[in-house]
Structure formats: structure tokens, C-alpha cells
């Protein structure tokens, strides 16, 4: 059964930072991409970032560039998003998502942790 449990969300001030943690379990996470996706309150998902198996590819939505990092530890099977320079828009609920090509949202997630981005 796949798992993905996510983490290390919460408030935090316009210009501060988070990092974010997602635990996987129930597939061979060393061989997939994967992606961290994001919710608005009455938004749409959105795409955020990608990661190759490998690491050796990265990509991110124009809206975090410069800003957010994906990354991953495929020997703890963990995959992370690290949030810097954060504005009151990047307040969401974020999701770690099992597959999919750049850009796309769709297929497995956790349950999701909260940003809040508030003064």
C-alpha cells in the first residue's frame, strides 16, 4: 500500500522560511519522480516542483523559482521541499505526489501539511 506522510508545515512571517518533509513507504521510491503539488483555500491544485528518481533533474512553477527547493534522500526514502523568502500567496496546504511528469497534478498523495504565511 502506498504511503505518503507529510510534514514540517505551519506559520510562519512573510520572508521566513520552512522545510518540508515527506515520508514514503509501500513502493520503490528510489526509482520514481516525484512532485509537491499545493492547495489554496478555494484554488485549484497546483503544481509546485519535480524531482527525477535520480535527483539529477529538478524543475519548479515560475511562482517558487528562486525561492523553493526540491530535494530527496532516497536512502531514507524522504523526499523534501524547502521553502525560502516566503509570501503570504505561498500559503496552501502542500502535498507530496507519487509520479508524474512536470507540471502535472494527479495520482497519489498524503494528507497534506499547512502553510500559513502571515504577519
Known amino acids: 500500500e502506498v504511503q505518503l506522510v507529510e510534514s514540517g508545515g505551519g506559520l510562519v512571517q512573510p520572508g521566513g522560511s520552512l522545510r518540508l518533509a515527506c515520508a514514503a513507504s509501500?513502493?520503490?521510491?528510489?526509482?520514481?519522480?516525484m512532485n509537491w503539488v499545493r492547495q489554496a483555500p478555494g484554488q485549484e491544485l497546483e503544481w509546485v516542483a519535480y524531482?527525477?528518481?535520480?535527483?539529477?533533474?529538478?524543475a519548479y512553477a515560475d511562482s517558487v523559482k528562486g525561492r523553493f527547493t526540491i530535494s530527496r534522500d532516497n536512502a531514507k526514502n524522504t523526499l523534501y521541499l524547502e521553502l525560502n523568502a516566503l509570501k503570504t500567496e505561498d500559503t496552501a496546504m502542500y502535498y507530496c505526489q507519487l509520479g508524474g511528469l512536470p507540471g502535472t497534478v494527479g495520482g497519489s498523495r498524503g494528507q497534506g501539511t499547512q502553510v500559513t504565511v502571515s504577519s
Open positions: 524531482i527525477t528518481a535520480s535527483s539529477s533533474g529538478t
Open positions: 509501500g513502493f520503490a521510491f528510489s526509482v520514481v519522480a
